[in-house]
């Protein structure tokens, strides 16, 4: 069963040379309780299908349908994406509240040790922590408001390597623990091989290769894909 399917979707902005396509006819599925990988370099229009998915932008063309309203994000950097002025207990127990949740203090301190952070955390600001540290607090306030469909945007490309895997092996925990499927956004196909069930490859803001993680990396059919592949050292 899908919990997304985008149909040919299609963006362009317009600078002072024109009309610059960011997405032409891009097209996929994802099915429940999956990881799906969506890779490409800098300028390929996943972060644009990203926030089409999410509703920050509006496509030009196209439909997105998401059978669920639960969705999370987890972004990029840990270090813009919480408030510098708010307590991590705050932080956590915002969306909480926003949404009528009950039981808030007792629901943030079991994510709080689901996510590996010490109670006397909550007490503390974003400043006090480490990147791999606020990336865990990102990753909690996201599971609070028990999301269904989480979009992971580049969510440890700003953190050493060794605090990557750390992290990496904490969403599959949760994933597997709560059911949760990801949209799993990454210019690093070690990251996507690492955590994903399929995979789809852009390039100029279209897909030039989808399929099962073994299929595209076993024989991608792609030029672009290949080249892609050909570069990359296991995780």
Partial sequence: MNILQCENIKKSFFGKTG???ALDGVSLEIEKNSAFGLAGESGSGKTTLGKIILGILRPDSGRVILETNKVQVIFQDP?????PKM???DILAEGMIIKGQS??????EEILNLVKLPKDALKKYPHQFSGGERQRIAIGRALLTKPEFIVCDEPVSSLDVTIQLQILDLLKDVQKRFG????????????I???CDRLAIMKDGRIVEQGSMQQVYSSPSDSYSRRLLASILPI
């Fill in 180 to 191: 949760i499927t990801y949209l799993f956004i990454s210019h690093d196909l070690r990251v």
């Fill in 193 to 195: 091989r690492y955590m």
């Fill in 79 to 83: 270090y813009n994406s919480l408030d």
């Fill in 103 to 108: 039981e808030v203090r007792r629901n943030v």
């Fill in 87 to 89: 307590r991590v207990f």
């Fill in 19 to 21: 009309a610059v396509k």
